[in-house]
């Protein structure tokens, strides 16, 4: 069985672990698919992608299974999440995390990742590591404290309560809750209108904000320049500027 499944259609890389029996728990052979396939989705006729869980949730994790009794390197083990995370960050264009049932441990870092965290009403989340004794990783010591503030960071990984998704809709940490019955189809408008945009420009703005994880006010203002000489080369620019003299929808396409 492929631990993890592909499907590209209309612009839109869906990618779903498959470990359902272990609520898609992590192991070394889905973190280097995974790996690949968001190198893959650099191509230009990926617009979105949409990653997603397959049974009944999102991801649990690392394998607790795949190492037990074993004493591992964490420095080479967590070279296989850095390139994950780091693909998720640095790949111009949306991802959007698609929750349903428990998002934990590297599973709400992955997911902590993407751009955009849409939650099914049933979804539950956990950073989960202190409870088996470990420190968040997978970047989550990044994302989190930049998503919800310092203090609650701190509360959320060293408590690892389970948040249920209207709490986690009012720290910030998902972007929309939406019923069971829904979800899919909302997960797929969302991916649709996104793909249907200026995909390029999405990829610059993406860029812009990262940086300004790290950027002073003049550092932005500078880059931010430089990223408008490209956006405003686009042919996504152009027609955006035509559709709006001819009162007619634009017709973007990524370019
Ligand atoms: O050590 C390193 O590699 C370092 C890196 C660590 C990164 C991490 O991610 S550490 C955190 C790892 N994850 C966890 O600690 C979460 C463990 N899982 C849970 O807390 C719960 O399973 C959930 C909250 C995710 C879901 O609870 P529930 O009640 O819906 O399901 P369940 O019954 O607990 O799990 C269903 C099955 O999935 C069960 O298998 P079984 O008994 O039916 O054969 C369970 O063992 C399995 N499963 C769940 N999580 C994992 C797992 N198997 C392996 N690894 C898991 N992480």
Same mark, same amino acid.
């Given at each position: 069985m492929d631990v993890l499944l592909r499907e590209a259609k209309d612009g839109i890389l869906t990618l779903t672990m498959n470990r359902p029996e272990a609520i898609n728990a992590l192991t070394t052979e889905m973190l280097r698919e995974l790996g690949k396939a968001i190198k893959e +989705?650099? +191509?230009?006729?990926?617009?979105v992608v949409v990653l997603q869980g397959a049974g009944r949730g999102f991801c649990s994790g690392q394998d607790l299974r795949e190492f037990e009794g074993q004493r591992i390197s964490y420095k080479n083990h967590l070279r296989n999440y850095r390139s994950v995370v780091e693909g998720l960050a640095g790949l111009e264009k949306p991802v959007i995390a698609a929750i349903h049932g428990a998002a934990a441990g590297a599973g709400l870092s992955l997911a902590l990742a993407c751009d955009l965290r849409i939650a099914s009403a049933d979804a539950v989340l956990t950073t989960g590591f202190s409870k088996i004794g470990l420190i968040p990783d997978a970047g989550m010591n990044y994302h989190l404290p930049r998503m919800v503030g310092y203090a609650r960071a701190f509360e959320l990984e060293v408590l690892s309560g389970r948040i249920k998704a209207e709490e986690a809709l009012s720290l910030g940490l998902v972007n929309k809750v939406v019923p069971v019955e829904s979800f899919a189809e909302e997960v797929a408008r969302l991916a649709g209108e996104l793909a249907q945009g200026p995909t390029k420009t999405y990829g610059l703005i993406k860029r812009a904000l990262r940086r300004s994880a790290s950027a002073s006010l003049e550092e932005m203002l500078e880059y931010e320049a430089l990223l408008q000489e490209v956006a405003g080369r686009s042919e996504d620019h152009q027609e955006g500027v035509r559709a709006f003299y001819e009162k007619r929808p634009p017709h973007f396409q990524g370019k």
């Open positions: +989705a650099s +191509a230009p006729e990926v617009r």
